[in-house]
């Protein structure tokens, strides 16, 4: 893709109003999920009658894969596949197929709860997949089904997990979020369960996504609180960054039992090096999981577009971004109403 839209290498990424480069792209592939977790996609909000895209209004594999180019043209390194449940949009491989062609891109990566990843693992690995992170919130099977809400048993999860281990998608990531009263009691088992194995288990605070999981303050558990409580019992050490952007806080255990990450949007916010954009699964740009509004990419690819005529919108978006939600989130007087997450991926 060298020549108008400048070389891979020789990328144009601009930095946004406070400086930060566009680095990572977050592409949701469906609203839909075949989970209701709770701090999401509660089921009383996400029920029979709620209205999901429709097959015409999701941007097809070819228009995702054309404008993922060009964000690469404009400096993104990292694409993760997200959703709603990524996995319940048919023949998905075939997206992460073209996706992993693209030139200049470094990772391609997929979140996913994990509850259809046993059976394709290996083919997304084929196809170009790297890493999957998947999302499990405790090892107790009533506790995990009272968060997912559809009644899904710890068991399939778990046998996802070794089934992208076994195709050597890794490191596998495991994201817990931990909300107090309802999981937090789980964090121990879960630290002990996944020590030694080479996953990773990444903690994130419970966070104010969206207008629907009634979120409160008093129920995140902060980060620091959840590191002691490990390190009481398995000393950790604090590892650097494996770069700039990198959500996750980064501890070892001393005993060499492998790594936990703790993401602490609420408490230690990471706003000055967010390098992160989202796509919407119906062509929306969104430029924080916390905004308001997108910018409407999927007119102008059906509208006729040319590539530089989307990065050039892209660009100018970026570069007017001033997001900083989770730093200004106290101080906020009058909360905007916030995209939903299942909308735009966590
Ligand atoms: S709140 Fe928005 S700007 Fe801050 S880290 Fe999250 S996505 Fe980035």
């Given amino acids: 893709m060298a020549g108008a839209l400048g070389s891979a290498d020789g990328d144009r990424s601009p930095g946004d109003a406070l400086g930060r480069p566009l ?50 043209a404009c400096g993104v390194r990292k694409i993760r596949v997200t ?3 990524p996995l319940v949009r048919r023949n998905i491989e075939r ?9 200049g891109l470094r990772d391609l990566t997929m979140t996913t709860n994990g509850a259809l990843l046993a ?45 992208a281990a076994r195709a050597a998608l890794t490191p596998v990531k495991v994201n817990m979020v931990v909300k107090r009263g309802v999981n937090d009691h789980s964090v121990l088992d879960m630290a002990d369960h996944f020590r ?20 409160r303050l008093e129920e995140v558990v902060p980060a ?4 002691r409580s490990i390190d009481a019992v398995w000393p950790l050490e604090l590892v650097e960054p494996n770069y700039r952007g990198e959500v996750a806080g980064r501890y070892r255990y001393r005993d060499g039992a492998g790594e936990i990450g703790a993401i602490a949007s609420v408490t230690q916010p990471f706003c000055r090096d967010c390098t992160r954009a989202r796509l919407s699964a119906d062509g929306q740009l969104y430029t924080c999981l916390f905004a308001s509004r997108g910018h409407d990419l999927r007119s102008l690819l059906r509208g006729g577009a040319s590539d530089e005529e989307i990065a050039e919108r892209l660009i100018t978006i970026w570069t007017r971004r001033t997001d900083r939600h989770s730093e200004l989130r106290t101080a906020e007087t009058r909360p905007l109403p916030k995209v939903e997450m299942s909308r735009i991926g966590g």
């Fill in 119 to 163: 059976p394709k693992a290996r083919t997304l690995r084929e196809v170009g997949l790297r890493r999957v992170t998947v999302s499990l919130d405790s090892l107790e099977d009533d506790v995990f089904k009272a968060m997912n809400d559809v009644d899904f048993p710890v068991a399939r999860v778990l046998e996802g997990i070794e089934a």
């Fill in 196 to 215: 030694g194995t080479g996953h990773v288990l990444r903690f994130i605070e419970y966070m104010d996504v969206g207008m629907t999981n009634g979120w």
């Fill in 224 to 227: 620091a609180e959840i590191v």
């Fill in 23 to 72: 680095r990572d792209l977050r592409v949701s592939v469906t609203d839909r999920c075949n989970f209701r977790c709770v701090y999401c996609m509660p089921k009383e909000v996400f029920g029979r009658d709620f209205q999901f895209l429709q097959r015409e209004e999701l941007l097809t594999f070819e228009e995702i894969t054309r404008l993922a180019r060009v964000f690469v």
């Fill in 95 to 103: 997206l992460i197929e073209q996706l992993a062609g693209i030139e």
């Fill in 83 to 85: 959703g709603g449940e």
